[in-house]
T-cell receptor
Framework: ELKVEQNPLFLSMQEGKNYTIYCNYS?????LYWYRQDPGKSLESLFV?????AVKQEGRLMASLDTKARLSTLHITAAVHDLSATYFC?????????????FGKGTKLSVKP | DAGVIQSPRHEVTEMGQEVTLRCKPI?????LFWYRQTMMRGLELLIY????????DSGMPEDRFSAKMPNASFSTLKIQPSEPRDSAVYFC????????????FGSGTQLSVL
C-alpha cells in the first residue's frame, strides 16, 4: 500500500524564521505535488515536481524532489503570517501521471508575529 | 473558466436518508476524482474516472457509496443510506492527464449526517 508521510504534522513558527517540511513516500513515482489549504477552503496547487532533482520556487516557498530517496522538501524562508495554512504533499497512486493522487496527512503551519 | 463546481456547499441530513453530491469538472478535463476529508483520516481518494469511465473505486468505503459520470461535464456521488460517520467534506477534483496530473479542486461539500 502506498504511504505518504509528512513531518512535522504541526509547525508553529515565528515570523522571519526558516523551516523545512518533509515528505516521504513509498512508491517509485518520479513526480510529486504540493498543495496548500486555508482553513475552511479548498486545496490549491503550489508545485508540481516532475523529475529527480527538480526544484521549484515561488516567493518564500521552495520545493525539491529526490526520487532516489523518495523524499520531497518544502522549505520556507523568512516566514510571514500569510503563509499560515495546511500544506499537503501528494504522489500518484500508480506511480505515473494519471493524477490519481494519494495525499499525506498535511502539515499545519502557524506563523506568529 | 469557473473552475470545478460542486453543489451543494453544505448538506445536513438525518441518518438513513439518501444524499447526492454533484460536481461539474473544468471543461476539457478528462479525469475526475472524488475525495473525502476528515480530521481523523485526512484526504482519502474515493473514486477516479477517466473519460467518464470509473477506473479505480477501491477507495469507496462501502456499498452505500456509489458514483456516476454520465457525461464529461457532470458527476454525482451518492450515499444511501447515510450514516453519521459519513460526515465529512467531500471534494471533487478534475485534471487533464496530459498535463502532469495536477488536480484542480472544487470548493467542497460539507456533509453533516445527524
Amino acid at each position: 500500500e502506498l504511504k505518504v508521510e509528512q513531518n512535522p504534522l504541526f509547525l508553529s513558527m515565528q515570523e522571519g524564521k526558516n523551516y523545512t517540511i518533509y515528505c516521504n513516500y513509498s512508491t517509485t513515482s518520479d513526480r510529486l505535488y504540493w498543495y496548500r489549504q486555508d482553513p475552511g477552503k479548498s486545496l490549491e496547487s503550489l508545485f508540481v515536481l516532475l523529475s529527480n532533482g527538480a526544484v521549484k520556487q515561488e516567493g518564500r516557498l521552495m520545493a525539491s524532489l529526490d526520487t532516489k530517496a523518495r523524499l520531497s522538501t518544502l522549505h520556507i524562508t523568512a516566514a510571514v503570517h500569510d503563509l499560515s495554512a495546511t500544506y499537503f504533499c501528494a504522489v500518484d497512486k500508480d506511480g505515473g501521471s494519471q493524477g490519481n493522487l494519494i495525499f499525506g496527512k498535511g502539515t499545519k503551519l502557524s506563523v506568529k508575529p | 473558466d469557473a473552475g470545478v463546481i460542486q453543489s451543494p456547499r453544505h448538506e445536513v441530513t438525518e441518518m438513513g436518508q439518501e444524499v447526492t453530491l454533484r460536481c461539474k469538472p473544468i471543461s476539457g478535463h478528462n479525469s475526475l476524482f472524488w475525495y473525502r476529508q476528515t480530521m481523523m483520516r485526512g484526504l482519502e481518494l474515493l473514486i477516479y474516472f477517466n473519460n467518464n469511465v470509473p477506473i479505480d473505486d477501491s477507495g469507496m468505503p462501502e456499498d452505500r457509496f456509489s458514483a456516476k459520470m454520465p457525461n464529461a461535464s457532470f458527476s454525482t456521488l451518492k450515499i444511501q443510506p447515510s450514516e453519521p460517520r459519513d460526515s465529512a467534506v467531500y471534494f471533487c477534483a478534475s485534471s487533464w492527464t496530459g498535463r502532469g496530473g495536477k488536480l484542480f479542486f472544487g470548493s467542497g461539500t460539507q456533509l453533516s449526517v445527524l
